[in-house]
């Protein structure tokens, strides 16, 4: 699923009238009407419900929603909340439709009339301003939004909720807070920033009828499990270790040996072939107890030999020391083998960032916020405003592949195609998760030719698995990394027993 700034919203539905002839107003009759049944799930025959319609073409779906609840038999009271003269266009032709159908609606002349109106309803639908939002809010919709806010109704929105800037950039903004919001065509960028997200409440998309074949695409979209079925690589019934990856984890130390330990297991719990470690010789018999299918490499005072391995991931529980700096320092500049930079190697590469875009084999970092902004420059703030952005900048400069983790992951590749993991949930907010990932990360990458798909199917994996363990068993407070990676044999088994019956459905 796509997905889009305003502006490639704007672009898609002159494109839906250049090539297919669909005019704004058929596009603003179907909006509504999807929206309309996509919204009835959430309603009942008795609720009594208010539909607030702003001045653009969010205002606009707003009459073909009412016009569509009340043909149904449902109690909607309309509220055009700004003055007649500020219905034009699309809306305007709609509002006639409303009204030649013999629906009546009221004005907003006092915010006392409408407080009256909400105070009576159980669900109010906002159909105020969406894409067209710029800024912070004028009156009256400032006012408006506050009484919604603080009403004991279903809020339900249009699209967007009202305030809510589509694209990144704009933190401070008063909004609508929905309880639920049913997306027009594709989800904008603000559903997955974290300082804007919660106004969205739970949230679908619903599609308008647009000439899908004929959209620019923008090289940005959200990836699913139904993505990752369709990509993920079979297990061939005669391959052998070989086939599936030889891979090398560098990293661990006296303190910190689990974090390899986790990531090794992952690696092979997410079908790598074969996994060897290179760790401090001291770390070496807290580890092996924990992963007794991996071997052990010569670490400690040298830069371990990555020749021969197909994939490295390098940096988790390893420290800081200056040494290990040099040593990333190497791998990125000598190795010819791809290599993912977690945790401390990400600490370590600040120093060695413009060897990077001499590398001619893929590179992947796996940077949480802070990581990323300590990479950058940036403060965290800063990133978390604007991820999108920041990630391609950076993925583009250096030629790497740029996994910014977090509640909505955003994978960026060098040549700038984005895609977005929303699966996982709170209980992974804890230490070890990210090992856990890096290994998943590792066992894709030798696995997968399309290195974009790697990375958004291990993300994906990832993330669900974690969903599943909280849906049955675990809960989001006891959830550990390592439930994680046993986790893992009932994601795959999920997979595998879709893909099965989808197989026997077949002739
Ligand atoms: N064919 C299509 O395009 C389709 C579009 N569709 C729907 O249209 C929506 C986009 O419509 P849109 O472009 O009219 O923008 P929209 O969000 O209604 O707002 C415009 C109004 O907002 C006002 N305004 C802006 N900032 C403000 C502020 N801070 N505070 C107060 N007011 C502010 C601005 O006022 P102005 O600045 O011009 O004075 C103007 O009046 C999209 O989200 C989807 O729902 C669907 O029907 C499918 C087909
Ligand atoms: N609230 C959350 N919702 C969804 N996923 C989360 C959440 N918090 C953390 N994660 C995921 O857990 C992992 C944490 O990685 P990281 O911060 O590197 O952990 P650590 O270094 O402690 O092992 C990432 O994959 C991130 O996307
Ligand atoms: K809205």
């Excluded at 809020?155 to 909004?175: H, I, M, N, S, Y």
């Excluded at 955003?410 to 070890?432: C, F, H, M, W, Y």
């Excluded at 090992?435 to 894709?444: N, Q, R």
């Excluded at 990832?462 to 006891?478: E, I, M, P, Y």
Aim: aromatic content about 6%; hydrophobic content about 40%; some cysteine.
């Amino acid at each position: 699923m796509d997905i889009v700034t305003a502006q490639e919203m704007y672009e898609r539905d002159q494109t839906a009238l250049e090539v297919a002839g669909l005019e704004g107003k058929w596009l603003m009759e179907n909006a509504g009407r999807a929206v309309t049944y996509d919204l009835l799930a959430h309603i009942h025959k008795e609720h009594r419900i208010v539909v607030l319609i702003g001045a653009g073409n969010n205002g606009g779906d707003g009459f073909v929603i009412a016009r569509t609840l009340l043909n149904l038999g449902y109690d909607v009271e309309a509220w055009q909340v700004v003055p007649d003269a500020k219905i034009t266009g699309d809306a305007e032709a709609h509002k006639r439709i409303f009204q030649a159908s013999g629906h009546p609606y009221r004005r907003l002349k006092s915010l006392e009339d409408l407080n009256t109106s909400l105070c009576r309803a159980d669900v109010c639908i906002d159909a105020m301003l969406g894409i067209g939002v710029k800024g912070r809010l004028r009156e009256p919709y400032a006012d408006i939004v506050r009484l919604c806010n603080e009403k004991a109704v279903m809020r339900l929105a249009v699209d967007l909720p009202t305030g809510v800037p589509a694209d990144e950039g704009e933190k401070d903004f008063e909004a609508f807070e929905a309880h639920y919001t049913s997306i027009i065509e594709a989800p904008k960028l603000s559903l997955f920033l974290q300082h804007a997200q919660p106004f969205y409440g739970k949230w679908s998309v619903v599609e308008i009828g647009l000439p899908v074949k004929q959209l620019p695409d923008h090289r940005r979209r959200l990836w699913e499990i139904a993505d990752v079925k369709k990509t993920l690589t079979n297990r061939d019934a005669y391959s052998h270790k070989g086939s599936h990856g030889k891979g090398l984890v560098i990293g661990g130390s006296r303190q910190m040996p689990g974090s390899v330990a986790m990531t090794a297991r992952a690696a092979l719990r997410s079908g790598a072939g074969l996994i060897a470690i290179s760790t401090d010789p001291g770390a070496i018999s807290s580890i092996s107890p924990f992963i007794q299918e991996a071997t052990f490499v010569e670490g400690g005072g040298q830069v371990p030999d990555v020749s021969g391995y197909d994939g490295v991931a390098v940096g988790m529980g390893m420290g800081r020391e200056s040494l290990r700096g040099e040593w990333i320092e190497r791998l990125v500049c000598e190795s010819k083998t791809p290599l993912l930079i977690d945790a401390d190697g990400l600490y370590l590469l600040k120093n060695s960032l413009d060897a990077l875009k001499q590398r001619e084999i893929p590179t992947v970092l796996t940077p949480h916020p802070g990581e990323f902004a300590h990479l950058t420059g940036l403060s965290i703030g800063e990133i978390l405003q604007s991820p999108f952005s920041h990630s391609k900048d950076f993925a583009e400069r250096y030629g790497v592949y740029l996994v910014l983790k977090g509640p909505s992951t955003i994978i960026t590749g060098p040549d700038g195609e984005q895609r977005v993991d929303v699966s996982g949930n709170s209980g992974l907010a804890k230490g070890g998760s990210g090992d856990v990932l890096s290994g998943i990360l590792l066992s894709m990458m030798m696995q997968t030719d399309c290195l974009m798909d790697a990375l958004s199917n291990g993300c994906v994996l990832h993330g669900f698995t974690a969903d599943l363990l909280v849906q049955d068993g675990h809960s989001k407070v006891d959830l550990l990394a390592s439930d994680v990676i046993e986790g893992l044999s009932r994601t795959f088994r999920t997979l595998s027993s879709s893909s099965i019956s989808l197989r026997s459905l077949c002739p």
